[in-house]
């Protein structure tokens, strides 16, 4: 690998990591809109500068890009403070002025026969390639401001993002937070005119806290998370775009970010769709065990015996053929039923009493909502059945204090159960 | 003592005056209740008193000072709506909030501060799920997790934004008992309550709010059939109609910016 692409690499990650870790302050203050327009709004800026030094020296370029990016942030909060405009319109309003302005003096400076303006297109969607090692050291110091300013002041973002109105009543300067967070979001984003480009851009600093927000519930580790993801993409686009030949880098980093991000919207524990769908599924396993639980007890209670063939199951509540079964095995490996030779079945010691669990949650159901909600009689059952399955051992001890230790339900049928909780008092 | 004096206070609200000339105070040690129905300036006199809101004239002053002064003895409860609670942070998290300081701004959390939020999540029965994270919480839960931060400001003077507010009755008992405790350990205590059912038995000193002042002073002289006539009996026409036209020609409510 030559020192030219090294250069590349680090200048993409430093990029990456820092727009993630500012990035994750404005997503938590749902504010990466914002951070679209400031982006978009860059372009004016590195074009004018552009056009009066004539050169195209980085950070002659990015402090024009960062002058025209926090005249966009101020003006929308300008018009969204002294208007009746909403901030999404007053956003909107900003972004699409200033790219269009940008887009004016780029086809300018296109057509005014400057020696050195071919290449400024590359600032629309980026060009990593041009990266030399005095931008690196720039985005080096961009990145050590924005981390030195979140390490030391962490606890204060912190509070200021989650609850602005308690952080100004303990006299934290919140005028000047709320500057500090601006100022560095429009250096993180200006930092990737080059590499990424004003279209692109804002991605850079939504996609990845969006990201890792799924994978934890800690904001510390969040950002960290956040900052790895940005790190990991913006080196893999630029591989990508480098040994691909003529390819935009900033597409392909966000193409890496959006693959990691929805990657994580899928397999992300808890809030990822992927854990979501097994729960659904797990739940919907066991309901359909529970009601096996539950005829099989319905049964006895009737007819005084303890076996019973799949077709009296079956005549009693309408299984369909193949769940049983796969029930009824799944119930047999936990040991809560037994089969007798000719597929006759009855529950073992410990199925009767889940099975008897089963039918007091439902029987103390439907008297809660008959007493308490004062629903008739004939409108509980198709309530209970699904509540049956969910009722937690806290909520049916509550149940059952609430409801006085009742014996029997609406119906008249005993709450099994409840007389021997009783005798225990 | 006055524990909290608010000296002709004019606020706006999205260009709006929505407190005229209001002009009470509240004694230390007591448990006050700022009343009146929704839209009437309840929490807008909260955050002026606060500085989170400027005012257009009139002042607010703890002990007789002013905010600035006196700002660790004076702790804030915002409306628990007012926040997302499912920002990333555990229950402990949000009640350490409490321990930070303006003065402070570099400092880092002592291992007292870690005690303090401790015995204030004891306090409010949260210990056990000081862990947890906030978006697992109950209503209930999470008022009271704003009140431990509270607790943890050990300030001498509270002002709670609609503690009880969408809470189960749990919750909202062991809240009441606590204001109680602290108003019998000298705290003063200051909510704002729309519910005027509970306020009756509740509070010992009430500020009766409708845009304008209506009255203020202790229960007993204060709840007055033709005082609450007059604070739920809806605003006053001609001053409602002159806040629209503050409002829509974005008339200053002072010719000079005084502090009258």
């Known amino acids: 690998m030559s020192t030219s692409l090294l250069w590349v690499f680090a200048g993409c990650a430093l990029i990456g990591m820092g727009s993630a870790a500012v990035g994750s302050f404005a997503f938590l203050r749902k504010r990466s809109l914002v951070g679209d327009a400031v982006a978009h709004s860059l372009l004016p800026g590195v074009v004018l500068a552009f056009l009066l030094f004539q050169q195209k020296e980085l950070w002659i370029l990015f402090v024009g890009a960062l002058l025209s990016g926090a005249l966009s942030m101020w003006s929308i909060e300008f018009i969204s403070k002294n208007s009746k405009l909403s901030s999404d319109a007053a956003i909107a309003i900003s972004l699409s002025i200033f790219f269009s302005l940008g887009i004016v003096l780029l086809t300018y400076a296109q057509q005014s026969g400057l020696p050195n303006q071919s290449g400024l297109q590359h600032f629309l969607f980026g060009k990593a390639a041009a990266m030399l090692p005095e931008d690196v050291f720039l985005f080096a110091g961009i990145n050590a401001l924005i981390f030195g300013c979140i390490i030391l002041l962490y606890p204060q973002l912190k509070l200021f993002t989650f609850d602005p109105a308690f952080a100004k009543s303990i006299g934290l300067p919140s005028r000047w937070i709320n500057f500090c967070l601006s100022f560095l979001t429009v250096l993180a984003i200006a930092s990737g005119i080059q590499a990424v480009g004003v279209v692109l851009m804002a991605a850079f600093i939504f996609t990845p806290p969006a990201a890792a927000r799924f994978w934890t519930s800690r904001l510390s580790h969040m950002i960290v998370l956040s900052v790895v993801i940005g790190l990991l993409s913006a080196v893999g686009g630029a591989g990508i775009s480098y040994s691909a030949s003529g390819m935009p880098t900033g597409p392909w980093i966000i193409i890496c970010m959006s693959l990691l991000a929805f990657f994580t919207f899928a397999f992300a524990p808890k809030r990822g769709f992927y854990s979501r769908w097994r729960r659904g599924w797990r739940h919907s396993r066991k309901m359909k065990e529970e009601n096996v639980l539950k005829t099989l007890y319905h049964l006895r209670e009737r007819e005084g015996r303890e076996e019973f063939g799949h077709s009296s199951l079956m005549a009693l509540r309408g299984f369909d053929a193949r769940e049983l079964e796969q029930s009824i095995d799944s119930l047999m490996r936990k040991g809560l039923i037994g089969k007798k030779g000719s597929a006759k079945l009855h529950l073992s010691a410990q199925g009767l009493e889940e099975a008897r669990r089963i039918v007091r949650l439902h029987r103390l159901w439907e008297l809660y909502l008959n007493t308490r909600l004062s629903l008739p009689q004939d409108h509980v059952h198709a309530d209970a059945e699904a509540i049956e399955h969910i009722i937690t051992p806290e909520v049916e001890a509550a149940l059952i204090r609430d409801l006085n230790y009742p014996l029997s339900d609406p119906h008249a049928s005993e709450i099994p159960g409840i007389a021997d909780m009783k005798k225990d008092e | ?260």
Not at chain 2, 26 to 55: D, E, F, Q, R, V
Not at chain 2, 97 to 126: C, F, N, P, W
Request: aromatic residues 6%; neutral net charge.
């Open chain 2, 1 to 260: 003592m006055i524990a909290l004096e608010a000296h002709n206070l004019t606020v706006r609200y999205n260009k709006q005056p929505v407190l005229w000339n209001v002009d009470f105070s509240i004694p230390a040690g007591s448990l006050a209740g700022i009343i009146g129905p929704n839209g009437s300036g309840k929490t807008t006199l909260l955050k002026a008193a606060m500085g989170i809101l400027g005012s257009d004239s009139g002042y607010v002053r703890f002990f007789g000072k002013e905010l600035d002064a006196v700002r660790e003895k004076v702790s804030y409860v915002p409306q628990r709506q007012s926040v997302d609670w499912d920002f990333p942070a555990s229950v402990m998290d949000v009640v350490l909030m409490g321990r930070y300081r303006a003065g402070k701004l570099l400092g880092r959390l002592s291992k007292t501060d870690r005690e303090i939020a401790a015995e204030a999540l004891e306090q409010v029965g949260l210990y056990p799920l000081r862990k947890q994270h906030i978006s697992e919480l109950s209503g209930g839960q999470q008022q009271r997790t704003f009140i431990a931060r509270s607790l943890a400001q050990q300030a001498d003077i509270f002002l709670m934004d609609e503690p009880f507010a969408g809470i189960d009755a749990a919750s909202e008992e062991s809240i009441i008992s606590l204001l109680q405790s602290l108003r019998s350990s000298g705290k003063t205590v200051i909510l704002v309550h729309h519910d005027l059912h509970t306020a009756i038995e509740f509070f010992d000193h009430v500020v009766l709010l409708n845009t304008r002042l209506v009255a203020a002073g202790p229960k007993t002289e204060t709840l007055s059939v033709e005082n609450l006539n007059a604070t739920y009996g809806g605003q006053l026409t001609v001053l409602n109609k002159i806040a629209e036209l503050v409002r829509k020609q974005e008339y200053p409510l002072r010719e000079k910016n005084t502090k009258d």
